[in-house]
């Protein structure tokens, strides 16, 4: 299928877009309009999605219109609200707080980052917020919507420029 422009939505642990939908988790403070940073909350909302990370190492590079970017083992996601790099893919080591990319569970594997609070990151308004692999049994994130490997891969060749994720509860 080629990619195109294809909006999604997150509702009550469900994805669904245009004929389709899949078991989705939230964030473990579930979904809240005044997101902030730690809280466990996933941003209620529309944001866009720009591109995809992938652990090159784990699986060959998926089909998507979105950027695809390979992860490397020394990156990492600024999760520091005082830092100039907040809310943003930083090489390790980083002085500042952040989160490891490179996870030895499967979570990583396939990363889309949302656009919540990334063209203007608002110190402590929440940061790396993602479309990622969920846990098997799909326990809350933290703060992100996650669903299964399979389904995110199959996803990912109808997302392009211009898709979008709507969250609410």
Known sequence: MASRVVDLTYSAGRLSWPGGETPAAC???GVRADKREGDGASPAGTFSLWCCYYRPDRLAAPRTGLSLIPLRPDDGWCDDSGDLQYNRL???PYP?????????????DLVVPTGYNMER???GRGSAIFLHVATPDFQPTAGCIAIARDALLALLPRLGPGSTITIRP
């Open 90 to 92: 930083v090489s390790l």
């Open 27 to 29: 964030g473990r403070s």
């Open 96 to 108: 500042a707080s952040h989160e490891d990319m490179w996870h030895d569970d499967e979570l990583y």
């Open 121 to 123: 990151p608002v110190p």
